[in-house]
């Protein structure tokens, strides 16, 4: 019984060191001061400093708040009408399944789908592209969060909201929406974080210009000269930045459930 | 009470079907000022798809609904002055009790002190003053339901439906909020529409109960005329304990009817019509020779273990199949001839019979005729 428990508290170990390990190594890479990959000389911000002196990382910096922030904007809004409608209908398994393919799609093919209808329909592409690309596989996102939200949801606060007198849209804006309200910031901080970091779809439609580079495209083009430890400060923060979206989003959903 | 009997809530024949299914069959029904009304019925029997149709959730597909004599058919449920307590409460989880309770009024442009004094008013009746800061997922069973009622009866309307209103509630809080719920109704003087398929309820609170059967009205009055005149087999069997004897009709006279039961002989009841608003015999008309059944209470059923001095009408033997101990009450099987479902009595446990009553032991079972119910098929 207790050997069982060592066995198993080790291979929790070797698991977490695995997940984590490279991750730590960057994070301590990014405060070392010879900027080395191979040996440890000091403690530093140096590498901070560089890279709020960058123009390109901050301007790419920029674009991706702008592109995280619209798409959010539109997924959420459209994700969750589209959960409400879903749940209201209850279409068939196969109508339903369809909504959420964006999300099990491969992201290339999901890419080369976009610019290839981008391209159809003649729109320019730019980061208005990015934004709308984004908000698609978004949707699918935000609306599987609110589903999994509307499902301990009691349909009958609706009724009994219009039967004390409240019109249907006091009724949304009163009752519905305050009721799933956990459920919509959960996906809304969910599409923020993927709209972050997505790479592939976003270099795909973003266009020739430099003036629509997201911040991981910057990084991607960055990395083509070697892993530089101002990267490693770069992604130090992403990781951060990430890490906290993730657990306001995961408290959010738990704080939720009664 | 009184005789002033005005009528609140008028049902014309309204009809619904959902499919195939018809739900509510040509169904008319008139609901009085200040009763507590049970719409009583196995489920699937269209009492609460009645119910949503009176709150407007369900539109008719034909027939009237009139409120104080004003169609309210077409009237959308947000501009009724009906209020309904739902099954499963329906608190909304985001406000504390007192937004619950202030929602509606809130709704009708009720602000500042005003709504706050008719919020602990109506948090006040059902005893939760203490507790209007909360949210409804930190209270019990039984407070989440007054909650409910209060959010209601808030809005002092016309009439206030309940839909199962102690299904989710243990039977010991159960009892005591049929208490409550009779309390609020009398108080309020709000007439109460509930809907249930428990029949101890509905007989418990009710002061008057129509038993819904198959979208349709099967019987309608008092627990008291449902319980001892019951119009039809339905009635009979779905109300309390019935013992039934199937036979044919061998005359029918003067309010006592006979019927002839195979390998038992003949057995007397009740035929009805006298004194009462039901008259005669329920169901089709009284041919002799006809299929009837008799019915009759255990309650009603005299057990002795000495065979009966001269021949009384409703003597029946048997044999002492199985005695069951309620507490204040026996319940005694008793196996009769041929074969048929034992015969049900219940005696007072403390009665001279039930000390000297033993599994095996022959009894003489009977009853007086005006105790049972002659029902034609």
């Known amino acids: 019984m207790r050997a069982g428990r060592r066995w198993l508290v080790g291979h929790l170990g070797l698991v977490y060191l695995f997940l984590y390990g490279p991750i730590l190594v960057l994070v301590a890479l990014s405060f070392n001061k010879s900027g080395l990959p191979t040996a440890w000389s000091g403690f530093s911000l140096e590498w901070y400093g560089r890279m709020l002196r960058n123009q390109a990382i901050i301007a790419s910096v920029g674009n991706t708040l702008i592109v995280a922030a619209a798409s959010t904007l539109i997924a959420t809004t459209l994700g969750t009408l589209l959960a409400l409608g879903l749940d209201r209908l209850r279409p068939g398994p196969l109508l339903e399944g369809f909504v959420f393919v964006p999300m099990i799609i491969p992201d290339i093919v999901l890419a080369i789908a976009l610019l290839s209808f981008f391209t159809l329909i003649g729109m320019t592409l730019g980061l208005h592209s990015i934004i709308l690309a984004h908000a698609v596989f978004n949707i699918a996102f935000v609306c599987a969060v609110v589903r999994t939200r509307l499902r301990h949801f009691d349909r009958s606060i609706i009724e009994a909201s219009i039967d004390l007198g409240a019109s249907e849209f006091t009724t949304f804006r009163r009752v519905t929406l305050p009721a799933i309200f956990p459920g919509v910031l959960a996906g809304a901080l969910l599409a923020f974080t993927l709209s972050v970091d997505e790479f592939i779809i976003a270099y795909f439609t973003s266009g020739a210009g430099r003036a629509s580079t997201t911040f991981p495209m910057q990084i991607y083009a960055m990395i083509r000269f070697g892993v530089t430890p101002e990267i490693n400060a770069v992604a130090t923060i992403v990781l951060g930045f990430s890490f906290l979206l993730i657990l306001l989003s995961q408290r959010l959903n738990r704080d939720a459930t009664p | ?377």
């Open chain 2, 1 to 377: 009470m009184t005789s002033e009997t005005k009528t609140v809530v008028e049902i014309v024949g309204a009809t619904k079907r959902f499919g195939a299914v018809t739900a509510v069959d040509d169904l008319s029904l008139a609901i009085r000022e200040n009763e507590f009304f049970a719409l009583l019925g196995p489920s699937g029997c269209g009492k609460t798809t009645l119910l949503r149709m009176i709150a407007g959730f369900e539109r008719p597909d034909a027939g009237r609904i009139l409120l104080d004599g004003r169609d309210i058919t077409d009237l959308r449920p947000n501009r009724r002055p009906i209020n309904m307590m739902f099954q499963s409460y329906a608190l909304f989880p985001h406000l504390s009790v007192h937004g619950n309770v202030a929602y509606g009024l809130e709704m009708e442009g009720v602000r500042g002190a005003e709504l706050k004094r008719r919020v602990e008013e109506a948090l006040a009746m059902v005893r939760l003053e203490d507790f209007a800061r909360r949210r409804p997922h930190l209270l019990s069973g039984g407070q989440r339901q007054r909650v409910a009622l209060a959010r209601a009866l808030v809005k002092r309307p016309r009439l206030l439906l309940l839909d199962e209103p102690l299904a989710a509630l243990d039977k010991k809080l159960r009892t005591q909020m049929q208490l409550e719920l009779k309390r609020l109704q009398h108080e309020t003087g709000i007439t109460f529409l509930v809907v249930t398929h428990d029949q101890e309820e509905a007989l418990a609170m009710a002061d008057r109960i129509a038993l819904l059967n198959a979208g349709r009205i099967a019987q309608l009055g008092t627990p008291r005329a449902l319980y001892e005149r019951p119009a039809s087999r339905f009635v009979a069997d779905f109300i309390g304990v019935m013992n039934f004897f199937e036979g044919r009709l061998t005359s029918a006279a003067a309010g006592v009817a006979e019927i002839e039961v195979e390998g038992l002989g003949r057995l007397r009841g009740d035929a009805g019509g006298s004194g009462g608003s039901d008259g005669g015999l329920p169901g089709s008309a009284p041919v002799v020779g006809a299929a009837a059944t008799l019915a009759v209470r255990p309650e009603r059923v005299r057990l002795s273990l000495e065979p009966p001095q001269e021949s009384l009408p409703n003597g029946l033997s048997g044999v002492v199949l199985d005695i069951t101990y309620l507490g204040q009450d026996l319940m005694v099987h008793v196996g009769l001839a041929g074969g048929r479902a034992p015969l049900i009595a219940r005696l007072g446990a403390g009665s001279e019979v039930a000390a000297a009553l033993a599994e095996g032991a022959v009894v003489w079972c009977r009853w007086a005729a005006e105790d049972a119910r002659i029902l034609m098929e």
